[in-house]
């Protein structure tokens, strides 16, 4: 399998990257599950006062696919479907979650939430593969 190396560069989660989000992901290794907080500022709207879909996409991808690194599973996303289920605006807090819910010998299918408050924003299903 091949090494990935975190250069904390990530965009989403990288403490290397002035540019970046700077998501701080919390990781549950018993219930192999993530969670993380995030409150998005106008710099990420796509139109005036909602959130850019790709900004609330990059957030799910990250969560599905640090998870699996950090359980030890060196994978990258081969494909991802994001459904969107309402807006989310600047200044508002959002929780994101994701978990494992199967794995094969050359794949893991994750699943992923970005929710507000009992709200659910986004939500998407991802197949990473192994490297």
């Known amino acids: 399998m091949k090494e990935l190396r975190d250069n904390q560069r990530c965009y989403v989660c990288g403490t290397e990257n002035p540019e970046g989000l700077g998501v701080h992901f919390e990781i549950d290794h018993k219930a192999r599950s993530i969670s993380a ?64 819910i199967e794995e094969t010998r050359k794949l893991v299918r994750a699943e992923a939430m970005i929710g507000r408050g009992p709200v659910v924003v986004a939500e998407a299903k991802g197949k990473l593969i192994r490297i």
């Open 37 to 100: 907080r995030f409150t998005p500022r106008k710099a990420h709207e796509g139109f005036e006062g909602i959130v850019h879909g790709g900004i609330l996409s990059a957030l799910l991808d990250e969560a599905m696919a640090k998870l699996t690194v950090a359980l030890g599973i060196p994978a990258m996303t081969a494909e991802m479907t994001v459904k969107f289920k309402t807006s989310a605006a600047p200044g508002e807090e959002l929780l994101i979650t994701g978990r494992i």
